[in-house]
Each structure stands twice: as structure tokens, then as C-alpha cells.
């Protein structure tokens, strides 16, 4: 004979699921580890801008940004807070590390043409 559960036991059932993916996952989400950009500098409606302009990091977070230059001149990238900075050549390609040790919004520019817009990382405690 078989017996066919109830909504209350296949629902418990999904949340106990839920659960335990959250238990798996949820560190990933919220401890500081290795983490991996890619920036690309392009014009956008005539400015230069690095996109994306974002990023979302913890404190203690292990950085890599690869910088992808898509124009004709080196564009730089500096994040002054971290002690970043590099030039990337013309259709060119740099990396750069660092590790997230201060929380709080730090901005980055390209400190060869102030004009062009940045962008900002928020480090979470
Ligand atoms: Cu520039």
C-alpha cells in the first residue's frame, strides 16, 4: 500500500532542503574570501567610465580586478584607500590585487584623466 503524504509533511520536507542549502551556502555569501572582477573602461554617451562602477566586497576579502582597457589611450585605475595603482595600455589588459582590510564606501579613478568617472567599492564588516 502507499501512502501519500500530506501538504504539511512536503512542505516541512522543502523547508528542511531550504535549510540545509542555506547552511551550505550562506558562508560563501557572507565570509571574506577570494574574490574575482573584471572592469572594462569604455565611453559610455561620451565619457570614459569603468564598468562596472560597483563593487560589493567584505573586510578581509582577497581581491583580483582585472582592468580591461577597450580604448585607444592607457586608462589608469587607483584606489588610493588600498594603495592601488596601475596604468592599463591601450587595448590592454593589467591586473591588480589587494586585500579589502578597511570596511566603508572607497572610491577608485582613473588618476591619469580626472575627468573620467570612476567608481566606488563598499567593503562590509
Ligand atoms: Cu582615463
Known amino acids: 500500500m502507499i501512502r501519500k503524504h500530506g501538504p504539511a ?6 523547508i528542511g532542503v531550504l535549510c540545509l542549502c542555506a547552511v551550505f551556502l550562506a558562508p560563501g555569501l557572507t565570509a571574506a574570501g577570494q574574490k574575482a ?11 570614459k567610465i569603468w564598468l562596472p562602477s560597483t563593487l560589493i566586497l567584505h573586510k578581509g576579502d ?3 580586478v582585472t582592468l580591461l582597457n577597450k580604448l585607444d589611450a592607457p586608462h589608469g585605475f587607483k584606489i588610493a584607500d ?5 596604468v592599463v595600455p591601450p587595448k590592454g ?3 591588480v590585487r589587494f586585500v579589502a582590510d578597511k570596511a566603508g564606501v572607497h572610491p577608485f579613478i ?6 573620467h568617472i570612476g567608481g566606488q567599492i563598499l567593503v562590509l564588516e
Do not use: M, Q, Y
Request: hydrophobic share 45%; charged share 20%.
Open 82 to 86: 588600498f594603495g592601488v595603482e596601475a
Open 62 to 64: 582577497e581581491v583580483v
Open 110 to 115: 582613473c588618476h591619469l584623466h580626472p575627468p
Open 9 to 14: 509533511i512536503r512542505w516541512s520536507w522543502r
Open 37 to 47: 572582477f573584471t572592469l572594462v573602461n569604455v565611453i559610455f554617451d561620451g565619457t
Open 93 to 95: 589588459k593589467t591586473t
